[in-house]
T-cell receptor
């Protein structure tokens, strides 16, 4: 079992370029999340999906879109990248239980020049 | 406005001694608390959790204490080992929104 996988591991973009971060899980979990981690800021929730076909905004959704393609996959899209989106992005999954543990992928390090 | 605060960015402890990591929160709607551990270039991994109806949960060398009146939780690691050196995040679940809010992390260094 791979758990939670993220691609790419590292990406450099120029301001204004677009890209999609991919996340896939083989844990059969209902919930999926996208977080960003910045120095001194901890992890902040960008978007989440409680189940296939549903998505909701988190703390910092501006500049991002998401797609819950199926139960396994949850992608994060940057339509027009900005230097402020330079960060490490983590995908996570959860059982969808009331008190759930989240399982994180290894992260995607994004640099926007 | 940070709802979950980890006021110590770093902590150094001698191997074999106790490590105490602290976390404070402001939102009384938080009902479930977790600690995650993160090594460099990896995603956070779950360590231990506690429900708001309890004041203590223990798992091996790790114990989490919750003081609801003070809105404070702490993670105790006894005895500390060099492999415990990592960044520790506390997280809290908002029972109204079901979202998890993370603290900024504390970097623990266990000295051999």
């Amino acid at each position: 079992n791979a758990g939670v996988t993220q691609t790419p591991k590292f990406q450099v973009l120029k301001t204004g370029q677009s890209m999609t971060l991919q996340c896939a899980q083989d844990m059969n979990h209902n919930s999926m999340y996208w977080y960003r981690q910045d120095p001194g800021m901890g992890l902040r929730l960008i978007y989440y999906s409680a189940s296939e076909g549903t998505t909701d905004k988190g703390e910092v959704p501006n500049g991002y879109n998401v797609s819950r393609l199926n139960k396994r996959e949850f992608s994060l899209r940057l339509e027009s990248a900005a230097p402020s989106q330079t960060s490490v992005y983590f995908c996570a999954t959860g059982q969808g239980a009331i008190q759930e543990t989240q399982y994180f992928g290894p992260g995607t390090r994004l640099l926007v020049l | 406005d940070q709802q979950v605060k980890q006021n110590s960015p770093s902590l150094s402890v001698q191997e074999g001694r106790i490590s105490i990591l602290n976390c404070d929160y402001t939102n009384s709607m938080f009902d479930y608390f977790l600690w995650y551990k993160k090594y460099p270039a990896e995603g956070p991994t779950f360590l231990i959790s506690i429900s708001s109806i309890k004041d203590k949960n223990e798992d091996g060398r790790f114990t989490v204490f919750l003081n609801k009146s003070a809105k404070h939780l702490s993670l105790h690691i006894v005895p500390s080992q060099p492999g415990d050196s990592a960044v520790y995040f506390c997280a809290a679940r908002d029972s109204g929104t079901y979202k998890y809010i993370f603290g900024t992390g504390t970097r623990l260094k266990v000295l051999a």
